[in-house]
Every structure is written in structure tokens, then in C-alpha cells.
């Protein structure tokens, strides 16, 4: 394991060790497996398509940082909000919305979760209280700290789980959003997705603090260092900061360290890092290591986990023949579905 997995606090409650004999029943680490390869076969299948120009412009993929997605799924409810960056493929998939709609979106057609208007970066989902994909660095950290007011305003139990890169916590927003949020308490998980760079700028060069769960401290919110390869270090980081959150006591900070194994986007041949570095997290990819940990602990049979694979195979097939066959969106629909208010009026011709 990189030593920049190590696991760091500011917590009082200490972080339990996942090395004990397994916890988690059998259908969680199906479901967590099941995620990461729903997530991983999705986006090699949008690579190939991007390849074919059948997917035009952006395409930021989250392969690497599977273990993260599929850990949501198991730590928090489906009536929490959310909210993440571009790179969001994964968490959408995560979320519940369905990979044909998905790989539709890529696509541009109107049969795509935001009816091909949005793209790679802006899927959308109110059905699965998603709240998207956002394009500008950071922009979503303000975003998410609303959420949480309106939660709290509502009265609700719900977490607002806002997530964003290394790159993103450089930005200013995110220092008055934490302000903001400690100061009022709200129901917000602020998490970084540390994988090491902002398109091909690395954490050591851009802070002197290397360890961002750190930035959480100036605020005094609860703040931790996960491993993000691992769904259950995952998992448990969320489960105990949820637990904090819904007991009213406001915000908490993870900073999960993860990796992506492609470049920052489909152009970036990732020239900044070394061989040696990427291969030292493929060495602890998390499907890889989830698998044998299900064979080797008996928690799964070799026909349980095949089963997923088939089923995962035909689904990524299905999304992308409907994907392929689905109709563009007409010209005469642009202006449809942008605004909520009906008579919007700096609509212009
Ligand atoms: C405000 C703003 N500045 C710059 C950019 C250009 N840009 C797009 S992605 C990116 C890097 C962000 O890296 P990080 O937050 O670590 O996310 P990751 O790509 O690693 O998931 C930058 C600088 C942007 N989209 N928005
Ligand atoms: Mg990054």
C-alpha cells in the first residue's frame, strides 16, 4: 500500500481498523463489487465509444476511485442530497441512475438523464436526489453548503454530501462555505476526492499542507484521512461522520485518498507521473483486491461473482446499443427544461 494511504485524524473517536475478520455480510461486499465493476465496465465502454467518436467533447473518467462510489451506496440513504464534480460518472451510476440514460447523456441524445443537454459533466437526477456534475472547480462546495441550509430549514434528518477534488479545495468558496457551515451547524459532508492531482498539477505543488483533511481544522470541523481504495475504510469513515451529522452536530470533513488511473481527462496522456507510481495503486486496485478478499474470506463463490460479471457485461452492452440507438434531441427543444420559472425572461432568440 502507498504510504500516502496511512489513515490520519482530527477526530477524537478513533478510526477502527478494517483488518478484523469481516464485518459485512455477504450482500454488502456483492453490492460494493457490483458497483465498482457497474462503474469501471461503464466508463471503459464510454473510453471505447470516445475513441469512435460516438461521445463528443469532455469525458473525465473515475477509474481507480470506484471504492468511493460504491461505499456511498451503503453509507448513506437514498433521500440524501449530493452533489460532486465533472468527474462524476461513478457516483451518478452510484446514485441509482440507470446506465443506459447514463451512456445516453454521453451521447448527447434525448433519451440521456438530462435529455442530451448536459454531457459528461452536468447529469442530473432530482428522482435520486442528485444534484449533478459541475464544471467549474469548486463551484458545487457553496452549492452543497445550500443544501444543507435548505435541509435544515426543512427540518430533515438529510445529509447534504458535497464532494470535490484536491484542485477544488484551493478555491476560496471553499473557505467561506466552511465558515458558513460551522458557524450554523448544518448537515453537510464535505468530502475530497485526494487523487493526488489537479489535471497534471500534484498537491505538493499547489500547498504547502499535503494532508487536506488538515484545511478542516482552522474551522474546528471534525476532519479525517481515509483510504480511498478500500470500501469498507470508506464506508466506515462515512458511516461515522452521517452518525455526527444527524445528531445535529454540523459539518464533517473526509478527505479520501484515491488515485485515478487514467489522465485527468480522454487528452492527457498523464506524462507527470511515474510508471512506478501508477502501478503501486494498481497494486491495490480495489475490485481486484475486493474479489479475492470474497473468495479467499469464503464470503462469495467464484459462480456469485461470475454472475455479476455476466450481468454487468449485458447491462454496459444494453446502455450502449440504446445509447447508439437512441434519437438527438431537436433544435426546436434547446430552450426547454432550463429554467424552472416558465416565463424566464433573459431567454433570448
Ligand atoms: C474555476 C475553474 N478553474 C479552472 C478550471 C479548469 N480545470 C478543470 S478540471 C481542473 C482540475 C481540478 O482538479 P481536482 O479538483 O483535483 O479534480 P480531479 O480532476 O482530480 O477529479 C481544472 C483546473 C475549471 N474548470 N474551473
Ligand atoms: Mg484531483
Known sequence: MPETLVKKSTSKKKAKSTKAKSKYSKATYLKWYEIMLRVRKFEEKALFAYSKQLIRGFCHVYIG??????????????????VTAYRQHGVALARGLDSKSCMAELFGKSTGCVKGKGGSM??????????????????????????????????????AVTMFGDGAA???????????????????????????????TSVERTSNVHDLYKIGSSFDMPSEQIDGMSPEAVHEGIERAAKHIRSGKGPYFLEIKTYRYKGHSVSDPAKYRSKEELQSYLDIDPIVITEEKMLNDKIATQKDIDKIK???????????????????????ELYDDNYVQEDYPFIMD
Open 310 to 332: 455476466a450481468n454487468i457485461k449485458a447491462e454496459i452492452d444494453e446502455a450502449f446499443e440504446f445509447a447508439s440507438n437512441s434519437p438527438f434531441p431537436l433544435g426546436s
Open 170 to 200: 484551493r478555491q476560496g468558496a471553499l473557505y467561506e462555505s466552511f465558515n458558513m457551515a460551522m458557524t450554523w451547524k448544518l448537515p453537510v459532508l464535505y468530502i475530497v476526492e485526494n487523487n493526488g492531482y489537479a489535471m497534471g
Open 65 to 82: 476511485q470506484e471504492a468511493i462510489a460504491a461505499a456511498l451506496t451503503t453509507a448513506i440513504t437514498a433521500d440524501d442530497k449530493l
Open 122 to 159: 452536468h447529469f442530473f437526477s432530482k428522482e435520486h436526489n442528485y444534484f449533478g456534475g459541475n464544471g467549474i472547480v469548486g463551484a458545487q462546495i457553496p452549492i452543497g453548503t445550500g443544501i444543507a441550509l435548505a435541509e435544515q430549514y426543512r427540518g430533515t434528518k438529510h445529509l
